[in-house]
């Protein structure tokens, strides 16, 4: 009975607040570390060549980071600790470990050595000084990436023993040490200068975050040591897993840096106002695709062998979408109607002006297109991962790749010509090629899940009437933004979203859709229970 009980989905709504939590503290610093970033870099060459430069040494640590040990390690370690084997969990947490650091480590010292050369594969449109210094910065950055990677071997213990807050504000530290190096030199106007600065503020953040989450993680796994034994058969199970998500993710990697190359032709910009735009299209996936499908995955994979499984997984998924879906509509229309001054609100200061808020938030507008079906592909990919199947992502992640390339080439590159448009407006066409492809990817996603483990009911009621509430919210808030001064971007943003945030909980609620309540009440629930409390102490005092 008690077993049965725990595969009830609510048991993770506290799990997934936690993520969330953390994501949104970190999302908050990831944020100001972007507009103090848009300040001193705005869209200027020294901002092109940060931005790419990022992107370069993040190859190891997506390669062989978070996403990649969510599907290969934790399904096999959280099922170890769920089944009480804790010596073998940890000999499994130890030789993954050791694996981690030997193949990381040859990565960021291959990395260093042969940036220039990467370089002119990932940004073949940069030249002259704005090529040397996107070379310097990579080789600056790239150590920090390898402490990421092992990072994320922190977070996949965590998770499994059901600690998720301080994996997930671990990047605060990230964030703030870049912060706190740019404003230490901010009299430097150097604009080459602070862009290293930042670099070297990346560094120190990746050895903070490390260094955060390793404490916990020894207690919960002792008497760490390098072991590359492959004795044992979770071992063995982790690496055929293993080896598929990371050629996944590699395709993934693969689409994004295509983007990279395409937007490094376009005009001076197009590199930085894709960043920008990825840092605000991030924040839903983060929140609400990312912090359910992490608390699910590990109960999910709980539960792998039992003779209810199927039935278990399907009533997980059919939850989560509501969840994710509840939220994530929403966010799609805000990006399409409120788009700048959601830009203005985040980034409008310094170099970063209206006119660069306007182009970002097309930037924007172009990757709402896939933000619904790239947030529930998450969801998707965790319940292949529960059921030890990472091919099948695999497949389906290709296919997306080939689309975006081909989409991102005709719609990035030859679309704005035939339409008479700046060359420039190029790059939202990348994000909606991007997006395009990501509604065929969740597609086949969804089909072969459902031949897996049977079909799964969502309500075209239901989604009726999220997209009724948020493009009657999304209107209203339009109106409001018509009306509010331009040249306050922070206030009229604050406004907008405020008045967002107050129409859209009441209005779903009012249409009887339960997540409406359960998210309300945890977010009211404190203050209206002591209205009671409250009134009675009045009539005293009166």
Same mark, same amino acid.
């Given at each position: 009975?008690?077993?049965?009980?725990?595969?009830?989905?609510?048991?993770?709504?506290? !799990?997934?607040?936690?993520?969330?939590?953390?994501?949104?503290?970190?999302?908050?610093?990831? *944020?100001?570390?972007?507009?103090?970033?848009?300040?001193?870099?705005?869209?200027?060459?020294?901002?092109?060549?940060?931005?790419?430069? +990022?992107?370069?040494?993040?190859?190891?640590?997506?390669?062989?980071?978070?996403?990649?040990?969510?599907?290969?390690? +934790?399904?096999?370690?959280?099922? =170890? +600790?769920?089944?009480?084997? /804790?010596?073998?969990?940890?000999?499994?947490?130890?030789?993954?470990?050791?694996?981690?650091?030997?193949?990381?480590?040859?990565?960021?010292? #291959?990395?260093?050595?042969?940036?220039?050369?990467?370089?002119?594969?990932?940004?073949?449109?940069?030249?002259?000084?704005?090529?040397?210094? $996107?070379?310097?910065?990579?080789?600056?950055?790239?150590?920090?990436?390898?402490?990421?990677?092992?990072?994320?071997?922190?977070?996949?213990? =965590?998770?499994?023993?059901?600690?998720?807050?301080?994996?997930? $504000?671990?990047?605060?530290?990230? !964030?703030?040490?870049?912060? %706190?190096?740019?404003?230490?030199?901010?009299?430097?106007?150097?604009?080459?200068?602070?862009?290293?600065?930042?670099?070297?503020?990346?560094?120190?953040?990746?050895?903070?975050?490390? %260094?955060?989450?390793?404490?916990?993680?020894?207690?919960?796994?002792?008497?760490?040591?390098?072991?590359?034994? @492959?004795?044992?058969?979770?071992?063995?199970?982790? &690496?055929? !897993?293993?080896?598929?998500?990371?050629?996944?993710? %590699?395709?993934?990697?693969?689409?994004?840096? +295509?983007?990279?190359?395409?937007?490094?032709?376009?005009?001076?910009?197009?590199?930085?106002? =894709?960043?920008?735009?990825?840092? &605000?299209?991030?924040?839903?996936?983060?929140?609400?695709?990312?912090?359910?499908?992490?608390?699910?995955?590990?109960?999910?994979?709980?539960?792998?062998?039992?003779?209810?499984?199927?039935? #278990?997984?399907?009533?997980?998924?059919?939850?989560?979408?509501?969840? &994710?879906?509840?939220?994530?509509?929403?966010?799609?229309?805000?990006?399409?109607?409120?788009?700048?001054?959601?830009?203005?609100?985040?980034?409008?200061?310094?170099?970063?002006?209206?006119?660069?808020?306007?182009?970002?938030?097309?930037?924007?507008?172009?990757?709402?297109?896939?933000?619904?079906?790239?947030? *529930?592909?998450?969801?998707?990919?965790?319940?292949?991962?529960?059921?030890?199947?990472?091919?099948?992502?695999?497949?389906?992640?290709?296919?997306?790749?080939?689309?975006?390339?081909?989409?991102?080439?005709?719609?990035?590159?030859?679309?704005?010509?035939?339409?008479?448009?700046?060359?420039?407006?190029?790059?939202?066409?990348? #994000?909606?090629?991007? %997006?395009?492809?990501?509604?065929?990817?969740?597609?086949?996603?969804?089909?072969?899940? $459902?031949?897996?483990?049977?079909? @799964?009911?969502?309500?075209?009621?239901?989604?009726?009437?999220?997209?009724?509430?948020? *493009?009657?919210?999304?209107?209203?808030?339009?109106?409001?933004?018509?009306?509010?001064?331009?040249?306050?971007?922070? &206030?009229?943003?604050?406004?907008? *979203?405020?008045?967002?945030?107050?129409?859209?909980?009441?209005?779903?609620?009012?249409?009887?859709?339960?997540?409406?309540?359960?998210? #309300?009440?945890?977010?009211?629930?404190?203050?209206?229970?002591?209205?009671?409390?409250?009134?009675?102490?009045? /009539?005293?005092?009166?």
């Amino acid at each position: 009975m008690q077993q049965a009980e725990s595969s009830k989905p609510k048991s993770s709504f506290r !799990n997934a607040s936690l993520v969330a939590a953390g994501i949104l503290l970190s999302r908050i610093a990831g *944020l100001i570390r972007m507009r103090v970033l848009a300040h001193f870099l705005g869209d200027s060459d020294a901002g092109d060549a940060f931005y790419a430069a +990022i992107k370069i040494p993040n190859f190891p640590q997506n390669l062989f980071g978070e996403g990649v040990l969510s599907a290969s390690f +934790i399904p096999v370690y959280a099922n =170890l +600790i769920a089944q009480g084997d /804790k010596e073998q969990a940890r000999k499994v947490a130890n030789v993954i470990l050791s694996f981690l650091i030997m193949i990381v480590s040859f990565f960021v010292v #291959t990395g260093i050595f042969v940036t220039p050369y990467l370089i002119d594969l990932i940004a073949p449109g940069f030249h002259g000084e704005k090529r040397e210094l $996107t070379i310097q910065l990579v080789q600056i950055i790239f150590p920090g990436t390898g402490l990421l990677v092992l990072s994320a071997w922190c977070l996949g213990i =965590l998770n499994s023993h059901g600690k998720f807050f301080l994996s997930y $504000t671990a990047p605060v530290l990230w !964030n703030f040490a870049i912060i %706190g190096v740019l404003v230490a030199f901010r009299h430097d106007h150097d604009e080459n200068h602070l862009a290293n600065y930042a670099a070297w503020g990346l560094l120190l953040g990746s050895i903070l975050q490390f %260094g955060v989450q390793f404490p916990t993680t020894m207690k919960l796994v002792p008497r760490i040591r390098l072991d590359f034994s @492959m004795k044992l058969d979770s071992v063995r199970q982790i &690496i055929r !897993n293993f080896l598929p998500v990371v050629f996944g993710r %590699g395709v993934v990697q693969m689409s994004a840096y +295509i983007d990279n190359v395409l937007a490094s032709w376009l005009p001076s910009g197009a590199v930085a106002a =894709l960043g920008y735009a990825q840092s &605000i299209y991030m924040l839903p996936i983060s929140l609400f695709g990312m912090s359910i499908s992490a608390a699910e995955l590990p109960t999910m994979s709980q539960a792998y062998g039992r003779a209810d499984f199927f039935e #278990t997984l399907r009533h997980r998924v059919e939850s989560a979408f509501r969840q &994710i879906a509840f939220l994530v509509v929403p966010s799609m229309v805000g990006f399409l109607l409120l788009g700048d001054a959601i830009v203005g609100l985040l980034f409008q200061t310094g170099q970063f002006n209206e006119h660069t808020s306007v182009f970002v938030w097309g930037v924007l507008a172009g990757s709402a297109v896939g933000l619904l079906a790239s947030t *529930l592909g998450r969801l998707y990919s965790s319940a292949f991962y529960s059921l030890r199947d990472t091919r099948t992502p695999l497949r389906f992640s290709i296919v997306r790749v080939i689309l975006t390339t081909i989409l991102g080439y005709v719609m990035g590159l030859q679309l704005p010509g035939w339409l008479g448009v700046s060359a420039e407006w190029g790059t939202a066409g990348l #994000t909606a090629s991007a %997006g395009i492809a990501g509604w065929v990817e969740f597609l086949l996603l969804r089909r072969a899940l $459902t031949k897996k483990i049977g079909a @799964m009911h969502i309500s075209f009621g239901f989604l009726a009437k999220l997209w009724s509430a948020s *493009l009657v919210v999304g209107a209203c808030c339009y109106g409001v933004k018509l009306v509010m001064p331009v040249h306050h971007p922070v &206030i009229r943003g604050v406004v907008v *979203l405020a008045v967002f945030g107050l129409l859209y909980f009441p209005i779903t609620a009012g249409l009887g859709i339960e997540e409406s309540g359960r998210w #309300t009440s945890r977010l009211y629930g404190r203050t209206l229970g002591r209205a009671p409390r409250l009134s009675n102490w009045l /009539k005293r005092r009166s």
